[in-house]
């Protein structure tokens, strides 16, 4: 009764979370898990990677699509944010028609409120992400926190190129006493290296393949970092960007894997991570790679 034929296919699509809640009673059995992949749509090879270990970790899978207005901080971003929901439909059946997506309307989500709750994530928002993108992971926590709360998942699978909203999406769930196993996945990369993204999409082709130089510095950073200091290390990433023109380096930031919070000296025992992010025209690329 809710399963609507979209693009031929036998998956089970709701755009209203009433109608959601109800089938996934229906499905739901006391020992019954459910695995939940939450995206923003325009779906690449991570994604579907992310969707095929919830597939195999849990009895039903829930995939949300939804290109969250809140978590945006620049307008023109989230216009132009690609949005393919009868391509994503087609790779998702694909894969397989046991998945439950649910792409809901902004009405559904926000209700006539479209605004962000206030988050304390302990410090980890204040960093990179959360300092080139003010009041972006208020609106990650607020779309998250409902759709865990729409969805209850036994288990969400979130990916490892967005590192720092794995962590905060941690804490948010450890602060609120959720009831959901939080895990992160492996990034999924294009043949050249680049980390998979929705907004790959945008790059020209000659873009696309020249976007290879992200990874492989960081992969040479990492190198450094190995004999050199970190600010030596920094210096090396400032340096390698300063001669090009097309690729333009927002911030490279050598962290602690578990505060986010930048290093000046290493010290043993501790685990550090390279994030950066980079502008090509107006697209912005995030990447990040463990030091350890
Ligand atoms: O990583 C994303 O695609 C988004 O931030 C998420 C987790 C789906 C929330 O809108």
Redesign the pocket.
């Known amino acids: 009764m809710f399963a609507l034929n979209f693009n031929n296919t036998t998956m089970h699509i709701f755009y209203g979370k009433v109608a959601l809640i109800a089938y996934l009673k229906t499905i739901k059995t006391e020992n019954s898990s459910v695995g939940f992949v ?3 749509g325009a779906l690449h090879q991570g994604h579907l990677a992310l969707m095929q270990r919830s597939l195999n970790e849990n009895d039903d899978t829930v995939v ?1 699509i ?1 290109v ?1 207005p809140t ?1 945006f901080n620049n307008q023109e971003d989230l216009a132009k944010y690609p949005r393919t929901l009868e391509e994503d439909v087609r790779k998702m059946s694909a894969l397989s028609d046991k998945i439950i997506l649910y792409a809901p309307t902004v009405e559904d989500i926000y209700e006539g409120h479209t605004v962000s709750q206030s988050f304390d994530f302990d410090g980890l928002e204040n960093q990179m992400e959360g300092k080139f993108r003010p009041g972006h992971f208020n609106g ?1 926590g607020t ?2 926190k409902r759709l865990f709360e729409i969805i209850t998942p036994t288990n969400a699978y ?1 990916g490892e190129k ?1 590192f720092q ?1 794995l962590q905060i999406v941690k804490k948010m769930v450890e602060k609120n006493h959720l009831p959901v196993n939080v895990i992160g996945c492996p990034i999924f990369r294009e043949p050249n290296q680049l980390a998979m993204s929705s907004r790959n999409e945008r790059l020209t082709p000659d873009e696309r393949q020249e976007a290879a130089m992200i990874y492989k510095i960081l992969t040479e950073a990492k190198e450094i970092f190995h004999t050199k200091t970190p600010e030596e290390t920094i210096e090396f990433v400032e340096n390698s960007f300063k001669s090009n023109t097309k690729f333009e380096l927002e911030y490279f930031v050598i962290a602690d894997e578990s505060t986010l919070l930048p290093i000046n000296h290493k010290s043993k025992d501790k685990n550090y991570r390279a994030f950066i992010a980079v502008f090509v025209n107006s697209i912005r690329l995030i990447d990040t790679i463990s030091l350890n």
């Open positions: 939450p995206t923003m949300s939804f969250n978590q990650v779309i998250v979130f967005d909203q």
